[in-house]
């Protein structure tokens, strides 16, 4: 289903690519806020576990301390773990629905 980026036993970023309607459903998706933000590079720190579903762009994201990325963009569920660093590489700007983890 996601493709997983691991690096030894690091937190990983899942990508679930193309998602079809019937999940964005099942998840709530358009209930969640929106974001958006423009082409750059931002350090970001997950202080909780954020779903994202991005409706439009492009990112290449660096786990701290490797060299190796994860992409995704337009029609992607994207779950980063609570407690990930890492710097988003905005290639095209996104617009995305988003939602914590309050656990």
């Known amino acids: ?17 193309n998602a079809p309607k019937s999940r964005l459903s099942e998840l709530g998706v358009k209930s969640w806020p929106k974001w958006g933000c423009s082409p750059g590079k931002y350090l970001l720190k997950f202080d909780a576990e954020e779903t994202c ?5 492009k990112v290449k994201a ?36 988003y939602k914590f983890d309050s656990s």
């Open 62 to 97: 660096y786990t701290k301390g490797s060299s190796q990325c994860v992409e995704f963009g337009a029609g992607d569920i994207v779950i980063i773990p609570k407690g990930l660093s890492c710097t988003w590489d905005i290639i095209v700007p996104i617009d995305k629905h």
């Open 1 to 17: 289903m996601g493709t997983r980026s691991r690096e030894g036993d690091a937190p990983a970023i899942i990508v679930e690519r």
């Open 53 to 57: 579903y991005l409706l439009k762009g």
